[in-house]
């Protein structure tokens, strides 16, 4: 941990209504906390060393809630199937090659590296049902500084021969090997407990899960009402839930103790919202997912409205973009083709709320990260807009919302993880 100053451009939120900005301000880092944003430096700062980024944007560090790591490789393939369909077509064939561990390290380079490049500081990210490919994704990151939570994949039913563990016991056991292994090498990377989703893992498996995140207090990160034929496919499997989220609820994997991610929840019943907001599980929303594979649009405005904590996903490889400027505006455009074409009860996203969830609302599951107010862990992204050429004076506000829609990370210079700069 180091102690610091920056000086530039600043762009961060309090609340999900508004966005504070400060023009040619100071940002002080003390042993990798945030002290507050500052117009003119305080005497007690002056004789740290300060690293000026003249007309340059910082931002706090991108939140990826939902990201599949070895889906990487096939990015933008597969846009034309749905869910069930892409799964068997290329998302299984392709997880199913992680078993050569060789294989494995190459392609987790490549995600690294462009994760590296992009403006994501933290992430939550599924890896695969193979412990020693899960654990050199989770070195790689280690190594370079990422913090975030890296899963081992559970799957003990409805899966190709290759990918399905041999049984429910096998499953737990292997998960408990990388579970200690896991918390005895990383410290910034973290172990979360994956069970794939609910088509993939039987009841038993599920007990399993629950009695092991009982011993190890873990979070746990999963599939949620992504697509209407899944959750019919659910209810045929659990026919004595009355929702989705109930599978997950009834072995202890849907909040209240311990923390959860939902990924999508794009046809959640009202029921299941009221769990959801109840047991503080979070929502990620991948618009960019929900598109491509023809799911649907979350009504994210709904969820603002409950109360339901959320951020954004980039979901690769559903996603087909690793960006978080682009899942942005992916949500502010499909929450107004939502309002406009389905429902005008709930009005579209509005840019401040986009950010919000990208940076603060998202960071909510990391502790105080995602937001430059004092007490907040330093994540910081140095973005260079200087490509994008205009005749008119743009205000800090401005520029950033002509980032969120024209950028594609290749505009991040410099960024910083609790700290420690990384770039």
Request: net charge negative; proline share 3%; hydrophobic share 35%.
């Amino acid at each position: 941990m180091s102690t610091f100053v920056l000086k530039g451009n600043f762009c961060f939120s309090k609340n999900q209504t508004e966005l504070t900005t400060k023009e040619n301000a100071y940002l002080v880092c003390e042993e990798g906390v945030c002290k507050g944003v500052y117009e003119e430096l305080p005497e007690k700062y002056k004789s740290l060393p300060c690293h000026d980024y003249g007309e340059k944007l910082i931002i706090p560090g991108l939140i990826d809630l939902h990201v599949h790591a070895p889906q990487y490789t096939f990015r933008g393939l597969g846009m034309d199937l749905e869910l069930i369909d892409w799964l068997n077509t290329h998302t299984f064939k392709e997880e199913a090659k992680y078993a050569n561990l060789d294989y494995a390290e190459r392609a987790y380079e490549i995600f690294v590296d462009d994760l590296m490049k992009s403006a994501t500081t933290r992430a939550c990210i599924f890896g695969t049902i193979h412990n020693e490919a899960t654990l050199k994704l989770m070195e790689m990151l280690e190594d370079r500084g990422v913090k975030g939570y890296v899963g081992k994949v559970n799957m003990d039913r409805n899966s190709p021969e290759e990918l399905c563990e041999e049984s429910d016991s096998l499953s737990a056991q292997k998960t408990i090997e990388w579970i200690e292994e896991a918390r005895n090498r990383f410290h910034k990377i973290k172990p979360i407990l994956t069970p794939r989703f609910i088509p993939t893992c039987s009841d038993e498996l599920m007990k399993k899960l629950e009695s092991i995140q009982e011993k190890y207090h873990l979070p746990v990160q999963s599939h949620l009402s992504e697509n209407i034929g899944e959750i019919e496919w659910v209810q045929e499997l659990c026919p004595t839930t009355k929702f989705y989220g109930e599978a997950y609820n009834k072995f202890g994997m849907f909040g209240n103790k311990y923390p959860a991610i939902m990924a999508h929840c794009v046809h959640s019943t009202e029921a299941e919202l009221e769990l959801i907001a109840k047991q503080n599980v979070f929502v990620a929303h991948c618009p960019q997912s929900n598109t491509n594979l023809s799911s649907g649009v979350a009504p994210i405005r709904k969820y603002f409205n409950k109360g339901i904590k959320m951020g954004l996903g980039s979901d690769v490889a559903g996603g087909f973009d690793l960006s978080i400027f682009r899942a942005m505006a992916d949500a502010l455009q499909v929450s107004k083709l939502r309002w406009r074409l389905l429902d005008t009860n709930f009005t579209p996203l509005k840019l401040e709320e986009a950010f919000y969830l990208a940076t603060k609302g998202g960071g909510q599951f990391f502790g105080k990260v995602g937001s430059f107010e004092e007490g907040y862990e330093f994540d910081a992204v140095v973005l260079d807009d200087s490509s994008f050429r205009t005749m008119r004076k743009l205000s800090v506000k401005e520029r950033i919302e002509r980032l969120i829609y024209l950028a594609n990370d290749t505009c991040v210079v410099d960024k910083y993880i609790a700290g420690e700069n990384v770039k």
